[in-house]
């Protein structure tokens, strides 16, 4: 699949030899793949991404893989910060209350293994925005199918474990194994972690969400 080179300013050198081991997902959260083109293209924004697929399934390139876009922000995970030097971020035509477009999804599964292959990155590479800044961002939020994309092999496959009881250390614990920050508030937290394990979970912490969780962790275990 060859991309629509569309250069963005936004981008630098990427750190201290550091080379991508991360796929961070986002969704734009503007109205047109066009509106959020030029805002990733434009030096005021001081944002970028390395691709942009568009509701059509059309995709562009903005910054070279080997250089650092500026899409991610502050963050970590596995408590290791600077994730725009650490990984390829990937945006996503959508306003974050919609589902994704069956053209989109398309191009992103296209997309993915050759990524994944020049950067030899797993499926336990590929997170969402909202996994490394629980709270600061919601994106690509409960409508994305992580699902879908760990069936084929792209993202991390997982079932329920036993989580144990449901208290807010406990989960905590389990979150900051998987590779969450947990120094925000827990219903940041727990917003996060729903979104890529249990995007039904409504209400309280409750024991389907300690045992989802605890399943990706167990998954994390098995492929590390």
């Not at 990733?40 to 970028?48: H, I, K, N, R």
């Not at 909202?130 to 760990?150: T, V």
């Not at 309280?204 to 969780?213: F, T, Y």
Request: glycine share 12%; hydrophobic share 45%; proline share 8%.
């Amino acid at each position: 699949m060859t991309p629509i080179w569309q250069p963005s300013p936004n981008f630098g050198p990427r750190r201290d030899g550091l080379r991508p081991e991360l796929i961070v997902i986002h969704y734009t959260a503007m109205n047109s793949a066009a509106a959020a083109l030029e805002r990733l293209c434009d030096p005021a924004a001081e944002v970028s991404a390395h691709y942009l697929i568009g509701a059509d399934g059309r995709l562009w390139q903005m910054v070279e893989e080997a250089a650092r876009a500026w899409h991610s922000g502050a963050g970590s995970w596995r408590g290791q910060g600077d994730v725009n030097s650490r990984s390829i971020g990937i945006e996503l035509d959508n306003r974050g209350d919609h589902p994704f477009s069956e053209p989109q999804m398309r191009a992103l599964e296209a997309l993915l293994p050759g990524l994944m292959r020049r950067w030899g990155i797993g499926p336990a590479g590929l997170i969402g925005h909202s996994d490394m800044a629980p709270g600061r961002k919601r994106d690509p939020g409960a409508r994305f199918d992580w699902a879908r994309l760990a069936r084929q092999g792209l993202a991390l496959r997982h079932r329920p474990a036993d989580g144990g009881a449901p208290t807010e250390a406990r989960f905590s614990a389990l979150a900051a194994a998987a590779g969450y920050p947990v120094e925000g508030g827990f219903a940041d937290l727990l917003e996060a972690v729903r979104h890529r394990v249990r995007p039904w979970g409504r209400g309280p912490l409750a024991r389907a969400d300690m045992d989802a969780l605890a399943g990706l962790v167990a998954a994390q275990a098995a492929v590390a």
